[in-house]
């Protein structure tokens, strides 16, 4: 049967800055019969109300010092449709999540799920970019091996990250080097990073450092790191 929705005076001339809620009613009105669940079918107008959250333009779904980026909201959406990895930033797999991330102002969706094995580290070079885990069908989007790399002084800033999974950064060949989670650093600004998990990185799960200004991290998990020292912020970030 198909379903009508009907929206009444679900506009309001001032919004506080948490948004508004107004109901929604969905009414079936092709038969006027629905089932109940018990399984019975009775006779009669079926109700269901839903909440309808609006934020004001301009406002942030997000808090801290990077909250006022807009990521990718806006730009191209980018459908990432392949787990596949080479490693190669000039060629990357078509369809990839370093294809994905090689060119500004996308709105990065999953339309696959499961465990990307990245074959060196996914070095985020553009600026205004949305990477949207919670876009994957179950069990969500996991990197392993390698972390994510943002520098400002390659191009990185007004970037989102949200619901990914990070797991087992591979140990640096080099005695001297070991290799994060997620690092942020170089410049890199208004960089938000939400709801992510990050556990077995060879050295800080999350780093913000070297002048990285305007940075949040919510609502996240860090867990143990190989190095024992689970987030660094540190050489002038602001």
Known sequence: ATVTVSIDEAVAQNLPADGYSDPIVFANLTNNTFVKLSGTVATGTTSRYVTLNVLRTGDS?????????????????????????????ENPVLGSLRDAVSQRN???????????????HLWVEADHLTIDGFSAPPPGITLTRYGIILRGNRGAHDVLLRGLRIRDIVRSPTPDTEFDGIQIANGAFNIVGDRLSVHGADDGSIDITDSAHDVTVSWSILGPPKSGKNTLIKYHPS
């Open 106 to 120: 996308r709105y990065i969706l999953f339309d696959v799920a499961g465990t990307i094995v990245l074959k060196t």
């Open 61 to 89: 779904l997000y808090q801290g010092f990077g909250a006022a980026t807009r990521g990718g909201s806006g730009g191209t959406l980018f459908r990432v449709i392949t787990l596949d990895d080479n490693g190669d930033d």
